[in-house]
């Protein structure tokens, strides 16, 4: 019980991991745990409506994360706060803790994300030998290479906030005197507009603001293809990063794609990207494939035969994120089933899983459901047309078409009237960060979604 905040934590960074920002931020950010016992854990959702939404469509992916996280429960009860009194003494007490927590600066990174748990192969060899070498000697210079900031790039899924929480558990562990400071761009990017939003009534929360990131002996930032050009955010950033980098502090970047591809940013900040040691990760082959699935089931009671693995690191050759995703379902089948793992069960798992997908939704589907909802004609969303409202509609069933379906962009485009896979970037991260500040989009999406009963 009395881990119960850390346990909360645990599963809802999991979750975020494995489920789109928006669904993040509409569903999972504002739980508040209640109460746990070995196999059962209550949590407390904001609303009604929030509850209705969690039982019906997240009960599977929260135990899922949670056994990702490393637990094993067997029920998850969401409750509002009129039921808290049932399950708990007092509400005001997990509240209490939970600032006190706050207050204590936990260690923000994720416990299992460190470089022990990261299996090297080609693909990764060389971004793992830097970020082990900027770990150990942040903000140095060494005699020939320049490791600030540190630019960590590659596609989605294939281990970069892995290793960025890897290099913050070595350093909070060998060196807890430095500040190191890990922020997704999209949590910078909120922070920064909500303290502008306070400024006519509260100063400090700009320079609380600023300082946080002012003050960091090591500042990493995840994602930062998202940056957007408004409101002066890049400027900002430029600045705290000149002044920490002439500190000779250590900087650190990841991107799913090269400083020189991201559009939206400002050129002087692009080449203060490129200044130090850029490292990629691509598509780990066959062999670290079978290592990874080895690496996620030391430890764990079920054993699956080597045929299994086979077959799992055969089939999933997208990325690692999919690939935990199968094991995991492989893994939860045989256990909702009791039964012990054989092939036959893991093809059985992961069979149930494409039905699913190719019973279900598809990019017409979508586009019909944003023309019934908008009201406009099938033709304009897909087609070339400008208005305001059109091009709205259209970014939105292409963020849709995007979060729901696991098609490459350059598809995505083709179904989008041959769009180029830029524009298709473009419209999907322009929706993505306006997620949870706009209310109409959000609305959008959520409502779209329920007429597409995901
Ligand atoms: P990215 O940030 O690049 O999208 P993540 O770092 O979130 O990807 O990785 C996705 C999942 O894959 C995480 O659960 C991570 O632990 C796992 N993973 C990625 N690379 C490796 C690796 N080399 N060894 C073990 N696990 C990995
Ligand atoms: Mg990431």
């Known amino acids: 019980m009395e881990n119960?905040?850390?346990?909360?934590?645990?599963?809802?960074?999991?979750?975020?991991?494995?489920?789109?920002?928006?669904?993040?931020?509409l569903w999972i950010d504002g739980l508040v745990p209640v109460n746990c016992t070995e196999d059962e854990i209550v949590v407390m959702a904001p609303s009604d409506n929030a509850r209705a939404s969690l039982e019906k469509n997240y009960i599977f992916t929260f135990l899922d994360a949670a056994l990702?996280?490393?637990?094993?429960f067997r029920n998850v009860i969401f409750i509002t706060e009129k039921e808290a009194e049932f399950f708990t003494k007092d509400v005001t007490e997990i509240m209490d803790t939970l600032k006190k927590k706050e207050e204590k600066k936990?260690?923000?990174f994720i416990a299992r994300y460190t470089f022990e748990?990261?299996?090297?192969?080609?693909?990764?060899?060389l971004a793992f030998v830097t970020a082990k070498t900027v770990a150990e000697n942040p903000g140095n210079f060494n005699n020939f290479i320049n490791l600030n900031p540190l630019f960590i790039y590659g596609g989605v899924g294939l281990g970069k906030t892995h290793l960025l929480h890897s290099i913050g558990n070595y350093i909070i562990e060998n060196n807890p005197s430095l500040n190191v400071v890990y922020t997704p761009t999209e949590r910078l990017t909120n922070e920064y507009f909500a303290s502008l939003s306070k400024y006519s009534t509260d100063k400090d929360a700009?320079?609380?603001f600023r300082?946080?990131?002012?003050?960091?002996?090591?500042?990493?930032l995840d994602d930062v293809q998202f940056l957007q050009k408004k409101g002066g955010l890049q400027d900002v950033i430029f600045h705290i990063f000149n002044d920490l980098y002439n500190k000779g502090k250590q900087?650190?970047?990841?991107?799913?794609?090269?400083?020189?591809?991201?559009?939206d940013i400002e050129d002087r900040l692009r080449s203060r990207f490129e200044g130090g040691i850029m490292t990629d990760i691509w598509t780990p082959g066959l062999d670290t494939r079978i290592s990874i699935i080895m690496k996620k089931l030391e430890g764990n009671e079920t054993k699956l035969s080597e045929d299994i693995i086979y077959y799992l690191a055969e089939k999933i050759n997208t990325n690692i994120r999919e690939l935990e995703g199968a094991l995991t379902k492989v893994l939860m089948y045989c256990r909702l089933n009791g039964k012990t793992p054989t092939l036959e069960l893991a093809k059985e798992a992961l069979r149930e899983k494409e039905e699913k997908e190719s019973e279900g939704i598809d990019s017409n589907k979508i586009i019909a459901a944003v023309s019934e909802y908008f009201r406009i004609p099938e033709n304009d969303i897909i087609g070339k047309k400008k208005n305001k409202e059109i091009v709205e509609a259209r970014m939105i069933a292409i963020?849709?078409?995007?979060d729901l379906l696991n098609m490459p962009l350059i598809n995505i485009g083709q179904v989008f009237g041959g769009r180029d896979h830029t524009t298709i970037i473009y419209s999907r991260d322009k929706i993505l960060n306006q997620l949870g500040t706009n209310g109409k989009a959000d609305k959008a999406i959520k409502d779209i979604k329920g007429m597409l009963d995901v």
Do not use: T, W
């Not at 645990?10 to 931020?25: P, V």
């Not at 990702?68 to 094993?72: I, P, S, T, V």
């Not at 748990?117 to 060899?125: E, I, M």
């Not at 900087?251 to 559009?263: A, G, V, W």
């Open 206 to 208: 700009y320079r609380n």
């Open 399 to 402: 963020y849709l078409v995007y």
């Open 68 to 72: 990702k996280a490393g637990y094993k």
């Open 251 to 263: 900087i650190i970047l990841s991107s799913d794609r090269p400083p020189k591809e991201i559009n």
């Open 211 to 220: 300082e946080k990131y002012a003050d960091a002996d090591v500042l990493m």
């Open 117 to 125: 748990n990261f299996v090297v192969g080609d693909s990764n060899k």
């Open 4 to 25: 119960i905040n850390k346990i909360l934590d645990d599963i809802k960074l999991e979750l975020s991991q494995h489920i789109s920002a928006a669904e993040y931020m």
């Open 106 to 108: 936990p260690n923000p």
